[in-house]
């Protein structure tokens, strides 16, 4: 989540230390920043103010991009259903 790492560096906050705040590991932390797991609900609400407002403001854009994207395909092929 790269909203993450950037409001994080706008913070002056280092990933150790933002880590220490959501009581998680730096690594953890780092894989959130990539991308390469999700950001949990639990630890969003600790997130200090100056970095929760971008964080929630770039997940509610992705989630909107998401749902265009599926509207599209939807418009354009039928839904199968998955079994």
Known sequence: MRALA???RAAGLT???LAAVLEI????LADIERGRRPL???RL???PKEIRGPVINATIAQLR???AELKA???GAPLTKVR
């Open 6 to 8: 950037e409001a994080r």
């Open 15 to 17: 990933q150790r230390q």
């Open 25 to 28: 590991e730096q690594g953890t």
């Open 40 to 42: 949990p609900r639990e």
């Open 45 to 47: 609400i600790k997130l």
């Open 65 to 67: 991009a998401e749902i």
């Open 73 to 75: 395909l939807r418009r």
